[in-house]
């Protein structure tokens, strides 16, 4: 069949084309207009010339499949696809703004801007693995952010989808991706770990706060392999005010063992939003490189093969959940705290990997003043955080598993279903007080909150819990 032509002012498929608006080296995006399509949009069409590259042709087929498969505010609409046969053709919203690329020209950024990006972007790679996909090109140019806030990611080309065939695996042997961004085991052939998006993430924020690269460009395989044994220059050497809880979070995101990292980009984005419960390590106080021969030794001795049960898209999310418990202080010693903690335990031996947040809201008056302070001068809050770790020590739980936070509200069930929305909570685990008038005319808090709750509510009786 004839190859259609696209000009400003042809038609194809129904859609009118417009501007160029983008020309790369593997593709073209034209702005374009749909009588059945109220909002912008772009027709993304690959570059199909003498001797265009085969992968970007393979590549442009795996982003058609993948990104018809996705949705939500963190990923393009799709609208249509093109046949191969006539002309190939993505056509996706117009997500208005530009890319972070151009941050790169006024780095480094600022610490608070460095986080705040950060979040947004776990956010966004947290909702694409639940969505079986491994982006595996994350980048500045690969990222905007809408209006409304949130990070939308670009550009699956690269990407691996856990439910379709990977025809970049299968047809390629050299491991693709941008080189300051891939991750060891990417670097290795391993295209099936939503981890290796944190790598990305954690090179980015890296990249961000200082100006300067930790693994550098390498255009190489051999220079690409260097980063499973070299180390990065410490943040903290560089600027000696970076903040150590930082540096903490991103060099867990480098780890070259996957499973060092964290066991999910939403526990990453929970503790880039909530600093003062990150468990610092010696990460966090590094000034220098490892010793020469320390990383002799490990470039003879690294070894990256996968564990036993590795962790792919499939099971994103599983094993690896942000589990919140509301807890009433003035009955931690009474029958239905005992339930609680049981409902508590029980839950986490099935999920290894989540992160437990305890949660206690300081109910303030709607007209009267509140005072931190009580009658014998102890501050309300350092006393109900010191009693929420009281409450969560009979779980033995490692560090850096439970946080603690206290939430000032005079309405309670609205302050922990905005705390779970904020903190993309998987799971609410509350007790449920005993009947009485109030209960009865205004309604329970646990109630209020399995009614609206954006996640799994389990309610607590002292004899029984109750799915909601």
Sequence with gaps: MTKARIAPGSTLDGFLIGERVHSGGMAALWEV???????????????????????AIVSFEMEQMILSRLSGPHVPRFVANG???VQPYIVMERIPGKSLLPCLDKLPLSYAEVIDLGSRIAVALDDLHRQHVVHLDVKPSNIMIRPTGEAVLIDFGL???DELPDFMAEEFRLPYGTAPYMAPEQVL???RNPKSDQFALGVLMYFFSIGTRPFGDPQRLSGLKKRIWQDPTPLRYQRSDYPPWLQEIIFRCLEVNPAWRYPSANQLAFDLQNPDQVTLTSRSSRFLRDHFLTVLKRRFRSNLNPPAVELTVSRYGTDAPIVAVAIDLAETAGPLAEELRMTVSRILRTQPGARLACLNVFKQGLITIDYTVDEKGNNKYLQRMVDLRHWAEPLKLEEGRVSVHILESPHPA??????????F???IIMGARADSAKRTLLGSVSGQVAAHAPCTVTVVRSSRSIPS
């Design 33 to 55: 207009t749909h009588p059945d399509v109220d909002f912008p949009i772009l027709m993304k069409v690959p570059k199909l010339d003498e001797g265009a590259d085969p992968a």
């Design 83 to 85: 046949d191969f046969a």
């Design 159 to 161: 990407s691996h989808h």
């Design 189 to 191: 052939g391993n295209r």
């Design 414 to 423: 609205e302050a922990i279903l905005s705390y779970a929305r904020a903190n």
């Design 425 to 427: 909570v998987d799971q």
